[in-house]
Nanobody
Framework: QLQLVETGGGLVQPGGSLRLSCRASGFTLDVHNIGWFRQAPGKERLGVSCITRTGGTMYENSVKGRFTTSRDIAENTVHLHMNSLNPADTAQYYC???????????????????WGQGTQVTVSS
């Protein structure tokens, strides 16, 4: 089955940490890059990070130095490690598969062709 399954969302206090996971089925991470996106209520979906098939990464400026994306090849899973969370990080978080014919890293949604169902992250005291 060709799909992405996301887990790890929840409620966390400001300054806290959370790890999201995205398990891929039907394809392998040495073929497609994986991106993370987020969408707050009433807002458009925006890019957070990207990890390439060789492990290179790209981050949106507001999360750079706080978030880290990584690959677990044995589990065919991509993680998003989120530190120093603040209320502005509250959103529905999605992982997505980058199109095979665009091998470079990107955080533009038009470059992705398969999306997970999303997981909610709420940062509040």
């Amino acid at each position: 089955q060709l799909q992405l399954v996301e887990t790890g969302g929840g409620l966390v206090q400001p300054g806290g940490s959370l790890r999201l996971s995205c398990r891929a089925s039907g394809f392998t991470l040495d073929v497609h890059n994986i991106g993370w996106f987020r969408q707050a209520p009433g807002k458009e979906r925006l890019g957070v990070s990207c990890i390439t098939r060789t492990g290179g990464t790209m981050y949106e400026n507001s999360v750079k130095g706080r978030f880290t994306t990584s690959r677990d090849i044995a589990e065919n899973t991509v993680h998003l490690h989120m530190n120093s969370l603040n209320p502005a990080d509250t959103a529905q978080y999605y992982c997505a598969r980058k199109k095979e014919n665009t091998p470079w890293c990107s955080i533009d949604s038009i470059d992705y062709d398969l999306w997970g169902q999303g997981t909610q992250v709420t940062v509040s005291s």
